[in-house]
């Protein structure tokens, strides 16, 4: 047991360096590319760290795998390099108690794993897809800051080329959902349309309509192609003006939001690819884990960066052959089987080819062990 513990703490301490340095940089990325496509700047600053927690989260599938493949190839490398190894097996352990450490390590990864991606996955990438569905949307009035100018330009190109339903809202403070002191000016079917209100509040129907109700106001309407006697105003108590279906409508209907169910229910390419994928990423870091073993030998004087060096090449090789095989699979190019796991069929013949000389040839008068 203090072997064992001995080895698992050698392989954990650098697997969680590793895994806070990919993380550190996937959340730099994330942050920049986010700020750089300009979604940044119509979020707050708790939706902003909320939408890259939960980004960060998705990729642990692919950094887990990551950190714990270089992790054993550099902590029994280092072991190596330092003679442990040669003092556990004059200790009567051997090669065994170092396979039967990585394997438990393998496994709880594995087990972590398959809970992110079959059991978190789904319900996280829903609420990513909400919320990014609602900072997206031009017509929720809950977005608008207090003394804030708010500029929503319309998709629509009239005959001149000039953007349609385009809007601006200003709001004198808010509290809640609703907004005081509002003006509305918005373009639409070639009219000028301003509101002036003393509260404004945004709601939802039961069909998922937004529905905008502003209290005592007036209403003014300017034709574009019209004379003066054809614009009109009016004064009120209430006004309601439906805006849009509900913004979070079809969300779900994404298949990283989909649960296992609907995903095996379906047989469209890419929803196999999708699902096939969620059972691969456990067996990736399980595999993964027993390679970085032999990777980890190496005669003890030589750099360990040279391992590294060539894990790494071996990790990237690994990643763009399994993202092939979604696509193939995808594209039907490949049928649901092998799907997306002949890479890992081949990582399984490797090791098989690996490790299965060592176990069937009897050691010889004069044989080393590695």
Do not use: C
């Amino acid at each position: 047991m203090i072997l064992h513990r001995y080895i698992t703490r050698r392989i954990l301490q650098p697997l969680f360096g590793s895994l806070a340095f990919l993380l550190a940089l996937y959340l730099a990325w994330a942050a920049t590319d986010l700020i750089g496509a300009g979604g940044a700047a119509a979020m707050t600053a708790s939706e902003f760290l909320r939408l890259i927690s939960m980004q960060a989260v998705t990729v642990l599938d692919l950094l887990l795998p990551v950190s714990l493949f270089l992790a054993v190839v550099s902590g029994l490398g280092q072991m190596v390099m330092s003679q442990e190894s040669v003092a556990i097996r004059a200790a009567g352990a051997g090669e065994a108690m170092i396979m039967s450490s990585v394997l438990v390590i393998a496994l709880i990864f594995a087990v972590l794993i398959a809970t992110l991606t079959l059991s978190v996955r789904a319900p996280l990438f829903e609420n990513i897809y909400e919320l990014r569905q609602s900072i997206n949307d031009d017509n929720d009035l809950r977005r608008i800051q207090s003394g804030e100018f708010y500029l929503s330009r319309g998709s629509d190109l009239n005959e001149q080329g000039e953007p349609e339903n385009s809007r601006v809202v200003f709001a004198d403070r808010s509290d809640g959902d609703r907004l005081y002191d509002v003006f509305v000016a918005r373009n639409m079917n070639g009219m000028d349309e301003f509101i002036f209100a003393a509260s404004a509040l945004q709601q939802f129907d039961d069909s998922g309509r937004q529905v905008i109700i502003f209290d005592d106001g007036y209403l003014y309407r300017l034709q574009k192609q019209a004379g003066m006697s054809e614009d009109w105003h009016l004064r009120f108590g209430e006004l309601k003006l439906i805006m849009a279906e509900n913004p979070i409508s079809g969300v779900t209907s994404r298949r990283k939001s989909m649960h296992l169910s609907q995903l095996a229910a379906s047989d469209d390419p890419y929803m196999v690819a999708e699902l096939q994928r969620r059972f691969a990423a456990p067996l990736s870091a399980f595999l993964l884990a027993l390679l970085a073993v032999p990777l980890s030998r190496s005669a003890p004087r030589k750099s360990r960066y040279g391992r590294l060096v060539v894990a790494g090449i071996i990790m990237i090789v690994f990643f763009n052959v399994d993202s092939l095989a979604r696509s193939w699979v995808e594209q039907a190019l490949v049928p649901p089987f092998p799907g997306v796991f002949w890479p890992h069929m081949l990582i399984a013949v490797v090791l098989v080819g690996w490790y299965w000389p060592s176990r069937s040839r009897p050691p010889g008068p004069g044989s080393k062990s590695a």
